[in-house]
């Protein structure tokens, strides 16, 4: 059996490696946004990051994604521009299966600059801004600054349902203030939905597919009041046709 140490230097091991900054970036990757392989933090989030901890005295069931499960680039995705003229995002990139995924099964991060709720550290102009913790405020926006989630497209106009959700994670992360040297800290993942207690989704996402998650209806009703207020007449059809889903 190995020994607690041994444990301990192969578990900040896999973290360090899972934070390692790509050699590459993902192919089709946007020139203008910046690659994450780990949050970054505005000044306000970074004073609030550690609420986002758990200590793992903490019996509350909670969702663990372990190291190995992390990658800088993730291998069984893939960035790719939408050629077909009937999808809503044509011209712009979606997220593909590179191999077939299984139900549940953790696909990848949600990364960007985690920032907090006031008005002075959001961009009200950001269409990739997430909710990471509403009870302590914060958020996590891939407008500038991200990984291939950003590139997860709206369910609506393309399929009947989405294949893929958001859900609460937390993830090992390198600690100085722990004698094991690691801790545990929030994030928000893409996951393959369950199967279903019918089973009707026991088929995963196969490769070649998209992977499509819901944005929420709020998400459009602030597109449809953004499009309305910027006499933006493509981003209002587009948010009057989500709700209509």
Known sequence: MPSKTKIKVQTKNAIQQANDVPAELPRNW???IKFLNDQSYTTLAAELRPKLSRAPSDNNSWLQVQSHLIHAVTPHVQIITIDDE???AFG???LFAA????P???VLLYLGKVHSNSLSDTNPHSDYDLSLDREIGLSVDAAEEGNESRCANDYRGIAERPNAEFRDCYI???STKRADGVRW???VGIFVLSAGKAGLRKGGIKAGKEILVSYGKGFWEGRKLLGMFRKDAAMLK???AALEC
Do not use: C, N, T, Y
């Not at 191999?99 to 299984?102: A, H, K, Q, T, V």
């Open 30 to 32: 946007p020139d203008e």
């Open 86 to 88: 009937k999808h809503p």
């Open 92 to 94: 712009q990139r979606g």
């Open 99 to 102: 191999e077939d995924l299984i």
């Open 104 to 106: 549940d099964q953790f």
């Open 172 to 174: 090992q992360v390198s």
């Open 185 to 187: 800290e929030r994030r």
């Open 238 to 240: 587009m948010a009057e």
